[in-house]
């Protein structure tokens, strides 16, 4: 999203706002998925749903800012000026991926230290982390599939007017 | 090649008293992923149509 947001502002090429318009709802659905099955683990782990830990704290504030791309987007009428608002938040708002990153490492709350690493060796028992790889590249492939679902019938919405839209559809 | 924690299907859901929390936190994913897909093949369909209405008409 922030390559797109960038090569929107720079360049002002179209096709990548429409990409962060059709990423963001997907991002903000699987955000709120970590959130509430961190919640959930976190009652027999930890003894409680919720805490301000660092990390939970620094996700929550991911979940803030995608709807936040979604509300902004969602209040002008002037598409375009849409886009560009949306995209400079978007560049504003990945500042916390870093900090999300690292939160396990500059708070001590919580949440372990990272216990994967691509550098070094992980912590993580193989007989979890094959499994764990496994998911992540499934659930990025069906990531992918969605956003090429919902960035289709984005671009059809927005480019309706054109020719090749009435051509294709 | 593979052992199994588990010895019936009762274990496996039970989890060692962890399966509520495993089992609701997949209910509540799948569901939400499964939904999206859902709507996204919906908005696609509904926009095509409204396009080629826009077509007919014009």
Redesign the interface.
């Known amino acids: 999203m922030a390559v797109c947001a960038l090569m929107h502002i720079v360049w002002r090429v179209k096709l990548a706002a429409y990409l962060i318009k059709s990423a963001a709802?997907?991002g903000a659905?699987i955000t709120?998925?970590g959130l509430?099955?961190g919640s959930?683990?976190g009652?027999?782990t930890w003894g409680t749903w919720w805490q301000w830990d660092a990390r939970i704290t620094s996700t929550l504030i991911l979940f803030i800012m995608y709807l936040g791309v979604l509300t902004l987007h969602g209040s002008f009428s002037n598409l375009e000026k849409a886009d560009r608002l949306m995209s400079i938040l978007v560049i504003i708002g990945v500042v916390n991926i870093p900090i999300i990153k690292k939160s396990v490492d500059w708070w001590s709350t919580l949440h372990q230290p990272a216990s994967i690493s691509v550098s070094g060796s992980s912590s993580i028992d193989p007989s979890m982390l094959y499994p764990l790889l496994i998911s992540i590249i499934g659930l990025g492939f069906?990531l992918i599939s969605?956003g090429i679902?919902?960035s289709?019938?984005y671009i059809?919405?927005r480019e309706?007017n054109k020719k090749w839209?009435?051509d294709y559809? | 090649m593979f052992n199994s924690e588990f010895k019936n299907f009762n274990e496996i859901l039970d989890m060692s008293g962890h399966g509520i929390y495993v089992w609701s936190v997949y209910l509540v994913g799948i569901s939400i992923i499964a939904i999206s897909f859902l709507i996204a093949k919906k908005r696609i369909k509904t926009v095509q149509r409204k396009i080629k209405l826009n077509n007919a008409s014009s």
């Open positions: 709802p997907i659905m709120f998925i509430f099955s959930i683990w009652i027999p069906m969605l679902l919902s289709r019938s059809l919405s309706k839209v009435s559809v």
